[in-house]
């Protein structure tokens, strides 16, 4: 089991930052990647981007793409999404995920956590 708790939320304005945290607890030895996501009302879920737990290897969206950072402390078992120039249509819930297996979709989710961009 994995355990995933986001933190971080808020109301900011166009063209504020944001740095949202995911702690990780459980079998953080098995996790081969670790994902950003947001849904947005009425949208469906998509990703944000990734991380590996091994090497920091990194993929954004091309939504997100030189805004957005995703890094990792593995000493604190955290993965960090860090939002700069956010647009209204970031505006979404945020999860992070965890993945076991390298391929398929994610096997632990985290409950969310708001942002809202203000015009």
């Known amino acids: 089991q994995v355990q995933l708790v986001e933190s971080g939320g808020g109301l900011v304005q166009a063209g504020g930052s944001l740095r949202l945290s995911c702690a990780v607890s459980g079998r953080t030895a098995s996790i081969i990647r670790m994902g950003w996501f947001r849904q947005a009302p009425g949208k469906e879920r998509e990703s944000v981007g990734r991380?590996?737990?091994?090497?920091?290897?990194?993929y954004y969206a091309d939504s997100v793409k030189g805004r957005f950072t995703i890094s990792r402390d593995n000493a604190k078992n955290t993965v960090y999404l860090q939002m700069n120039s956010l647009k209204p249509e970031d505006t979404a819930v945020y999860y992070c995920?965890?993945?076991?297996?390298?391929?398929?979709?994610?096997?632990?989710w985290g409950q969310g956590t708001q942002v809202t961009v203000s015009s």
């Open positions: 991380v590996t737990w091994i090497g920091s290897s990194t």
């Open positions: 995920a965890a993945d076991l297996r390298g391929f398929g979709p994610y096997d632990y």
